[in-house]
């Protein structure tokens, strides 16, 4: 049996809270994405204690969607593939760099997740994205068409083409953020298994310098707002700009935080603050 076939679809759209069509059109695939998006939070909870997370589909479900849990961008990303796949959707699995900040793109390893998906009902292929997190996250599939800006909900984006040597082409995805705008993403078209993902993601859960194995980042995208905890800060930011910030006093305080503002429930015997 393959993937799709065991895939726990009713499980996985009742998760998200999806009651649209399963069909795999352009309509239904903005919906279920920007529906993960909202009901499943960005949480790097496993590498902080120590755990890289599994790449199984059947694990990837188990654990955010049977539980109070989130992910990070693979298992974010390879969620949602197996979910419309499971639909019927064409896709295709894409290893990209997080460049924020960055002055050069290629001094960025590549331990980012994304998809190309292919609708039935429109000719372009989609850029999907539900595992970046950050408040430049895509709230819907882009095409993957270049120097056009879409709106969605207050953000703004584009796609731009980068120079490039090899093959395949080069894109950046860019963000409106303080009046320019900034690269957020670097990828290119060619396709990964999982297996090539497997080493990325044991790289970010067990770099020593990567920031999943240092405190907790936790990140949840609301209608109008978007939270963040980093380490005991929890900032909230608003669609029309305002920021709220708070220090949270205490390892109890960082609990009451990821159940009661993010939905998950910390791992037994875990200890987020050093």
């Given amino acids: 049996m393959s993937d799709e076939q065991r895939f726990e679809l009713d499980a996985y759209l009742d998760r998200i809270g999806w009651r649209g069509a399963r069909s795999p059109d352009l309509s239904t695939l903005r919906g279920v994405h920007r529906a993960q998006l909202l009901a499943i939070p960005f949480e790097n909870l496993d590498p902080l204690r120590g755990t890289v997370p599994s790449l199984e589909l059947d694990d990837l479900t188990a654990k955010l969607v049977h539980r109070r849990r989130g992910g990070y961008c693979f298992e974010h990303n390879l969620l949602l593939a197996g979910a419309l796949r499971a639909m019927g959707f064409d896709v295709t699995v894409l290893s990209g760099r997080v460049v924020v900040g960055a002055e050069r793109f290629a001094s960025r390893p590549r331990v980012h997740a994304l998809l190309l998906v292919r609708a039935a009902?429109?000719?372009?292929?989609?850029?999907g994205d539900v595992g970046f997190g950050s408040i430049g996250a895509l709230p819907e599939p882009v095409p993957l068409v270049p120097d056009v800006e879409f709106h969605a909900d207050a953000r703004?984006?584009?796609?731009?083409?980068?120079?490039?040597?090899?093959p395949s082409p080069q894109w950046a995805l860019q963000a409106w953020q303080e009046n320019e705008w900034r690269a957020q993403l670097a990828f290119t078209?060619?396709?990964?298994?999982?297996?090539?993902?497997?080493?990325?993601?044991?790289?970010?859960?067990?770099?020593?310098?990567?920031?999943?194995?240092?405190?907790?980042?936790?990140?949840?995208?609301?209608?109008?707002?978007h939270l963040l905890l980093d380490g005991r800060t929890l900032t909230?930011?608003?669609d029309d700009g305002a920021v709220t910030r708070r220090e949270l006093a205490d390892e109890a305080e960082v609990r009451l935080a990821l159940d009661g503002e993010f939905g998950i429930d910390v791992p037994e015997g875990m200890v987020l603050l050093p």
Avoid: M
Avoid at 121 to 127: A, E, F, M, Q, W
Avoid at 198 to 208: D, F, K, M
């Fill in 189 to 225: 078209e060619e396709p990964f298994e999982v297996s090539d993902l497997v080493t990325q993601n044991w790289y970010a859960a067990t770099y020593p310098n990567s920031p999943f194995v240092q405190r907790p980042l936790v990140q949840r995208t609301r209608v109008g707002a």
């Fill in 121 to 127: 009902d429109d000719p372009r292929i989609h850029l």
């Fill in 236 to 238: 909230e930011t608003s």
């Fill in 156 to 166: 703004r984006h584009r796609l731009v083409k980068l120079p490039h040597e090899g």
